[in-house]
Every structure is written in structure tokens, then in C-alpha cells.
């Protein structure tokens, strides 16, 4: 194999796409990584459960919190009582010694942890997401550039149709409707989802 490509870096992480209704959130911070922690995650999840603990905290995060009665915010300083319960925590706050104690108690509770800004401290990241109805497709550059993730999730907001539920759920209601066994079903829903590909294609080409 050329050595080149073996020197290649490679993205390991595993995306998994989280029902956030079913547990709690912990967000210690209240400054402008806080508040854009919790406006993404209530832009793609509204139903989340979050708890954000701050002793002051901007304007945004009392408005998002407003608008989502699962919201709590407390105006004063973490408690390590602050972590039980919960699932996901995000550490937000401008002092970094505050930050690596924060993630050392959640990381002794097993708790998976999210340090704003810090790959290295992160169990995991918050990737940019695109949304088109029941379509979500989650972007990730590792931790590299949280910038070309933004500017690649606008160019699929921008080529992908908003009529893409329709499509799912007809197909849904082909799936639903095989027989046979899971092969079987697997390599019917490809053929079609490969004729359907290739129809966009050969619609979209202009001879240019």
C-alpha cells in the first residue's frame, strides 16, 4: 500500500443521533459558549432537557429558556450536586480551572463531557447539523474546523430540496410493505434509492 496513504488522518469518532427528550443536560456557563452551546442543541432537539447553571448569564440564554418551559437556568456558582442525574455535560465557563474540575467530577460519574473549545478535554463534540424535515445529516472535522463544518452544512441546507420528507416517507411505505427477508428488503429499498439518485442526476444535467 502506498505510504502515503496509510499516513492519511482519519475521523474515528461515531455519530449518534440522541433522543434528548429522554434525559438531562447539564450546561455550567452562562456566557457566549454557553448560550451557543444551548441554542444549537435546542435547534436541532426543542424538546431537550437542560439545566444551565451560571452566576450571570446573557440575555440569549433567559430567552431560550423562556421559550421552553424544560429549560432551567439557576443564577449561581456549579455544585457538584449540579451533576447528578444527569447524562451530557457542557463546560462553558471563561476559567479553565473551574472547567478541568468541572470535568474531572463528571468524568469520576461516568458522565460524558464537553469542554467548549477544548478537543482534547471533549467525550464528545457538538457537530454542525443540517435538518430538512425527518432528514438530519450530522458534520464533523474532528474538532479541526468547526468553521468548514458551518460553511458545508449551509452549502447542504442550500442543495437539498425541502420536499425530502415526501420522498422518506414513501419510502417508508415501500419498506413497509415488503416481504421477504431483511436481504431482501435491504437490496430492493438500494435499487430504488439507486434509480432514484441516478433520476436527479440525469434531471439536473443541464449538457454544460
Known sequence: MDQSVENISRNVLYPV???LDKFDILIVGGGDAGAEKMRYIMK????????????????????IAG??????????????GDLEGKKLVIVATDDNKINMG????????????????????????????????????????????????????????DILPENITETLDRLKIIRDSLKGDFQHKIDVLNQITSNLIEKNDKNGDTGN
Open 67 to 80: 421559550r421552553h418551559e424544560q429549560v432551567i437556568v439557576h443564577k449561581r456558582n456549579f455544585e457538584e
Open 17 to 19: 443521533f440522541l433522543k
Open 44 to 63: 436541532s432537539s426543542p424538546n431537550a432537557r437542560i439545566t444551565l447553571v451560571a452566576p450571570e448569564f446573557i440575555e440569549e440564554v433567559a430567552e
Open 102 to 157: 468541572i470535568r474531572e467530577m463528571a468524568v469520576a460519574r461516568n458522565i460524558l463531557t464537553n469542554v467548549a473549545d477544548t478537543p482534547d478535554l471533549c467525550d464528545f463534540y457538538l457537530g454542525s447539523i443540517v435538518t430538512k424535515g425527518d432528514l438530519k445529516v450530522a458534520i464533523s472535522t474532528n474538532g479541526k474546523s468547526p468553521t468548514f463544518a458551518k460553511r458545508f452544512r449551509m452549502l447542504l441546507e
